[in-house]
């Protein structure tokens, strides 16, 4: 969203009130998003304050109440409480904590609670919303915000960003976005949307086959395969500015992959006569090879450092994942339950890889350490599964999968839990990638 459009500003900071000055240093429980029994958070979200009560204001308060709602939900780390169940219209009391009776929201189990508030004045909005602990019976986070009414929903996941850093430690993913492939428009195009299926758009108009998108560690460049001028070409695009390159040479060029924190990616080229993974510039140039086999060799990944690789090779005989380390050029076999295992993903927080596995008639995304241990199938029983890649805090999964039919985007957590649809349009949707936390700019 461009500046001149984009008018949202915090006007208050991190409020710490009542008798503790600071009462999540060193006491607030924080969410433990490395337990796989994780016991999701009870949390209140009721509809927030329309402060003139008139209806424009009123129905912005469900839209943006509701919004906040699914974005927690999202996340997996929350159970958000039915709002039938509530004992206390919001419409009728403050936001502060002295307005508050925490036992009308303790009883119902919920121990968070997000309140707010939208006024609409002369086309501006003022929003305030509050994250309060009804146990403690206090606030941990107090936020003011201020722009137009297009800018509602930024202002929604700036809030939910910094309350996932409060309670995980970590950034959140809501500035992040998904790549996938769609042929709803009759061909095989790519599109883009937000991190939850929202406002997904078409971003090649090429009218033929296009493939595994790739971002840059900046969010700001996608490479992938095209088959626009008839053969598979890489190419390497701006988001947002009409620019790029295209990598044309004899043979495929194809699944690219940009190195964590470098203007440089990997690709499968073949103008050897074999298929060999090369580096490569963002601008195109190659630079090295990175394998030397005769079996195909494709589908590179990086390390969060970039210093290993990841990738496909059928050197025993059956596509499996192998490990390079790029420094020493040590090559180490990865995989070795199943026949057919490709696409892998490396966790950008480190530590795992994922990867699609090919056996009895289905296709299936499974998990494994980089040492080689607790290997993991995470779906079952729902059709074929494929084209797994992590959230940019490696906590979820996207993935495209056939379990209703035709192939759509589906997302779970890290553990395999909570898989649901990610979006509903036209067509075959597969290849997915989500991208890193894009800045706005």
């Not at 009728?92 to 609670?113: C, H, K, M, R, Y």
Request: proline share 5%.
């Amino acid at each position: 969203m461009k500046k001149a459009r984009l008018t949202i500003f915090c006007c208050v900071g991190l409020l710490w009130v009542l008798a503790n000055p600071n009462p999540v240093s060193g006491e607030y429980d924080y969410i433990n998003i490395t337990n796989p029994f994780l016991k999701k958070i009870p949390l209140a979200a009721p509809v927030f304050k329309a402060v003139s009560n008139h209806d424009k204001e009123l129905a912005l308060s469900i839209k943006a109440s509701d919004l906040l709602a699914d974005t927690f939900n999202f996340t997996g780390y929350f159970d958000i409480l039915d709002r039938g169940k509530y004992l206390v219209d919001p419409q009728q009391t403050g936001i502060l904590p002295s307005d508050i009776n925490f036992g009308n929201w303790t009883v119902i189990g919920a121990e968070l609670l997000v309140v707010g508030s939208v006024l609409i004045e002369e086309n501006l909005i003022k929003m305030e919303l509050r994250l309060l602990d009804t146990f403690k019976e206090q606030m941990l986070i107090g936020k003011r915000y201020r722009g137009t009414e297009e800018n509602y929903r930024e202002m929604i996941r700036r809030f939910c960003s910094d309350v996932i850093s409060l309670l995980t430690g970590k950034e959140g993913i809501f500035n992040s976005k998904i790549a996938f492939v769609s042929n709803g428009s009759g061909n095989k195009e790519l599109f883009i949307c937000d991190f939850d299926g929202y406002s997904p758009k078409q971003f090649t108009q090429d009218k033929q086959i296009t493939l595994f998108p790739s971002w840059s560690s900046d969010g700001k460049w996608l490479a992938y395969t095209s088959y626009k001028n008839r053969r598979p070409d890489l190419y390497i695009r701006h988001i947002k500015e009409n620019r790029g390159i295209i990598v044309s040479k004899e043979g495929i060029n194809t699944t690219p992959a940009w190195i964590p924190g470098k203007f440089e990616l990997a690709a499968t080229l073949s103008f050897s006569g074999d298929p060999e993974i090369y580096l490569l510039t963002g601008n195109g140039k190659i630079t090295k090879r990175l394998t030397h086999n005769r079996g195909i060799d494709s589908s590179p990944t990086f390390s969060p450092d970039g210093k290993k690789m990841a990738f496909v090779s059928k050197r025993s005989g059956s596509p499996q994942i192998y490990i390079k380390d790029l420094d020493s050029g040590n090559i180490r076999r990865l995989t070795f339950h199943g026949r057919y295992n490709t696409q892998p993903n490396w966790s950008p927080v480190g530590g795992k890889i994922l990867f699609t596995s090919m056996g009895n008639g289905s296709t299936n995304i499974n998990m494994i350490g980089t040492d080689g241990s607790g290997p993991i199938r995470l779906t079952h029983d729902s059709g074929n599964n494929e084209s797994p890649s992590w959230s940019p805090d490696g906590n979820l999964i996207v993935f495209s999968s056939t379990r209703e039919g035709s192939s759509k985007i589906y997302v779970m957590t890290a553990f395999g839990t909570d898989q649901r649809r990610l979006l509903n349009i036209p067509g075959d949707q597969t290849n997915p990638k989500w991208s890193p936390r894009i800045t706005i700019n």
